[in-house]
């Protein structure tokens, strides 16, 4: 095997899966077309049935003398959605918005082509359809500052965790017998499977002989440490959150789902009300569809922006510039955050690894939170180990990472008969900020992205100090006993030395990339208020990724659907609905 030969298997792979989606076998697990006429009102319209905007269609909809019309551009996901083995058939097909970020400065990088390629779902259940399943809540402390900023002490942790209880259902008994009981519902909609498969222990036994914890679980009292992943999964199948909140009630009736419908514009009254939306329809007719009570846009961290400028409501100077009429003047697109990754292959000698299975994830894995001064409860970094055979991780390189066949071959070369442990090292608080901005005033071109990966120098140089901090773990006993060697990814950096910081500088130009977490672009505090209303107009909210104001110190899905959980209270309680 070699890097263009697993390129070409991921694409044969798609190929054939777009025969089973023809076949529409899994359509009945997902709500019917709505029957929309023009100018027809709702009480309230939902753009975007992705992560949060399931969420939200699902809790307004519970009151049944409400009407809630969700406008989704993409249409049900495909079986390979299910497979947790296989996110990666998603990637660069029609369940993905295929965005490309502007030249960003890494022209030099290990890339397969010097401007990356962008990943979002388009589809129900948006990125959580697609990505890779990780579920962690972020830091207490990012919550308390989150309500420091948008001066509103709900948004504190105490105030958030009960909105991520009452999302979860989770059947872990390890769990549900400890102490952590407490920090999850076993009633909620989501499906949570902890990773228990054999292996990891001996993994974390080294980072323990670092000096680190390791714990079951991580929450508010286990914050930096070690443990086994949480996946939003059920045994053998993904949870998206399409799955957990829409699929249960694919019949209600007060609830329509419009799908493969592109919203291109959110109209205002003469008092700047959201009133409706425009819409492109599956067979391109453009509609107006009438809102009573408010607007929700759930169109995610890209298409949000985009959305809200094509509507008149963005930084003034930049709407004059495409002649489109500003409603309100506000920082939207501005404030782009993401967390930086650095990629450490290991070569393993581990034994053999179950062979892979589509209804598991590959190999198994585990992470850490580590701050670089022990005593600290605020992590500085975060670190993704997914231990596997040689193969997958070759399909990772170079169809998700897209990296260059020369560094994906170099990673794979010495592997034959052993495993190979994939180290994410994760810039988790960076202080570099990126944009996005219109390209067009049409509705169908993408944005102009600039995720601004390490535009901040001090990004780099901690992004050194985590990488050096994490290769300790090169000595312990389970290492040692495991001959783990590093894969010589980036040859060109060798001629520093590996114990320079002048090597690291070389090399996380070549084998980073951004881990697909980015928020931030319609902020709280800047863009939206504490009840997720945007400035300056009325019966508009925006509940998505892009309203956090700094990104999670973890991954960021769940607290995208403790969003939607709190949002859809906020706006019950300020129509009178509860
Ligand atoms: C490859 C990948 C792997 C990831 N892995 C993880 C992980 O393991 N764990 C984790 O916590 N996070 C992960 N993430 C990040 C996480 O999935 C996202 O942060 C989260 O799902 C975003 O949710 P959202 O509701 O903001 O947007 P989305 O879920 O993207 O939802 C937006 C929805 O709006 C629709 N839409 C957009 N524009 C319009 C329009 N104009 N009209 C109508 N509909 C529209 C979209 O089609 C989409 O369905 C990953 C991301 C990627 C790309």
Known sequence: ???????????????????????????????????????????????????????????????????????????????????????????RSRYDWNYTEELDGFQDSCRHTP?????????????????????????????????????????????????????????????????????YGTDGLLQLTKDHRKGIDEFLDAYRELGHDVFHDFNENNVVGFSAQMFTMASKSRYSSALAYLSPLKNRRNLHVLKNTLVTKILFDENKKAVGVEVLTEDRKTMTLKAKKEVIVSAGVMNTPKL??????????????????????????????????????????????????????????????????????????????YVTLPEPLLYFCTFAFRFSEEVCNNIYKNSVNKSQAMNEIIHINPKSRGKVLLKSTDPEDAPIIDVGLYSNKDDIENHIDYILDFLRVMNTTYYNKVDAVMADAAPKCNKYGKETREYWRCYIMCMSSGMSHMTSTCPMGAVVDSRLRVHGVKGLRIADASVMPTITRGNPMAAVIMIGEKVSDMIKQDHNLI
């Open 115 to 183: 401007s990356r390629k962008i990943t979002f779902g388009k589809m129900l259940g948006g990125t959580s359809s697609l990505n890779y399943m990780v579920y962690h809540r972020g830091q207490p402390s990012d919550y308390d500052s989150w309500a420091e900023i948008a001066n509103d002490a709900t948004w504190k942790w105490e105030h958030v965790l009960p909105y991520f209880i009452k999302s979860i259902k989770l059947n872990d008994a390890q769990i549900l017998q400890s102490e952590s009981k407490k920090y």
């Open 308 to 385: 809200l400028m094509l509507s008149g409501v963005g930084p003034e100077e930049h709407l004059k510039l495409n002649n489109i009429e500003v409603v309100s003047n506000l920082p939207v697109g501005e404030n782009l955050q993401e967390h930086a990754n650095v990629i450490i292959v290991h070569d393993i000698d581990i034994g053999p690894l179950p062979p892979p299975n589509l209804y598991a994830l590959t190999g198994f894995s585990f992470t850490g939170f580590i701050s670089l001064n022990q005593s600290s409860k605020i992590p500085d970094y975060q670190q993704m180990t």
């Open 1 to 91: 095997m070699n890097a263009a030969t697993a390129f070409k298997v991921m694409k044969d792979l798609q190929n054939a899966f777009r025969i089973v989606a023809f076949l529409h076998l899994y359509d009945y697990l997902w709500p019917h077309q709505a029957v929309v006429r023009d100018g027809v009102s709702y009480d309230f319209i939902v753009v975007g049935g992705g992560t949060a905007g399931s969420v939200i269609a699902n809790r307004l909809s519970e009151i049944e003398h409400i009407n809630v019309l969700l406008i989704e551009a993409g249409g049900n996901p495909p079986y390979e959605s299910d497979l947790p083995a296989v996110p990666l058939l998603m990637q």
